[in-house]
């Protein structure tokens, strides 16, 4: 799919429990949020929810999730929770403040121990642990 408002790089992780769907995604702050940004990572969503395995999606998004007042904030909580989604990461984790950087799953898919650690540029480096179930069904399809 050909995205011109964010990058991002979509990877499948192999674990004894099962498959994982990994989606990074990084959004240049020198843009301006457009309604475009909106559409197309809806399609990239709409496209990831059909796999059936755990998603995690991480990435700089360069929205001020922190700012509950904000549009752009409300706009991607509004559609993230459009396809049973949610966002983890609560504290800043830029040097400005701010939270811009990003870990989103299923509502159905459990992590743990998320920290915002040091800053590794201006932009903190996250950790969490993934919880990943043992299923019956062994495909990511």
């Not at 498959?19 to 990572?41: I, M, N, W």
């Not at 983890?88 to 950087?101: F, K, S």
């Not at 950790?127 to 299923?135: E, G």
């Amino acid at each position: 799919m050909s995205v011109s408002t964010f990058e991002y790089l979509c990877g499948l992780m192999s674990t004894g429990a099962g498959h994982v769907v990994l989606l990074g995604v990084y959004r240049p702050g020198s843009q301006a949020l457009t309604e475009a940004f909106f559409d197309k990572l809806s399609a990239v969503l709409k496209r990831l929810s059909t796999y059936n395995c755990p998603i995690v999606v991480c990435g700089d998004y360069n929205v001020h999730v922190d700012q509950p007042e904000d549009v752009n904030a409300v706009r991607l909580k509004q559609l993230l929770q459009s396809f049973d989604c949610r966002q983890h990461v609560t504290g800043p984790t830029h040097v400005n403040g701010h939270t811009l950087d990003l870990v989103i799953t299923r509502t159905d898919t459990d992590i743990s121990e998320l920290r915002v650690g040091a800053m590794i540029s201006d932009h903190a480096l996250i950790r969490f642990t993934l919880c990943v179930k043992k299923s019956s069904v062994s495909s990511c399809q």
